[in-house]
């Protein structure tokens, strides 16, 4: 499985991104489908998740109500639409996959494929 991760940019604060994560080869055993970031200095942290047949989803507690995941199953490809975007979202944001029945959606070792990263920039 290839993941390739695109989307970021600079943006100004309370300004909105879009990402997108394609995958490719062996796509029909995705599970679960997440989002990761790693700010400078910083250990990478989770963001979000979706169950790739249920659409059941999860989010880090400070980007509720901002960010949004979805996924089209048919085009194999996720997306986060980020909005509200904040200084404090600065990061590389990686996309990761999940063959695997009932991971932890918040764990990276959960998963077994990762994308290069797109870096996010948000001003103040």
């Known amino acids: 499985v290839q993941l390739q991760a695109s989307g970021g940019g600079l943006v100004q604060t309370g300004g909105s991104l879009r990402l997108s994560c394609a995958a490719s080869?062996?796509?029909?055993?995705?599970?679960?489908m997440a989002w990761f970031r790693q700010a400078p200095g910083k250990e990478r942290e989770f963001v979000a998740a979706?169950?790739?047949?249920?659409?059941?989803?999860e989010y880090l507690d400070s980007v509720k109500g901002r960010f949004l995941i979805s996924r089209d199953s048919a085009a194999n490809t996720m997306y986060l639409q980020m909005s509200g975007l904040k200084p404090e979202d600065t990061a590389v944001y990686f996309c990761?996959?999940?063959?695997?029945?009932?991971?932890?959606?918040?764990?990276?070792?959960?998963?077994?494929?990762w994308g290069q990263g797109t870096l996010v920039t948000v001003s103040s």
């Open positions: 990761a996959l999940s063959p695997h029945f009932n991971v932890r959606m918040f764990s990276d070792t959960a998963y077994d494929y």
């Open positions: 080869g062996r796509t029909f055993n995705i599970n679960t």
């Open positions: 979706i169950r790739w047949t249920t659409g059941n989803t």
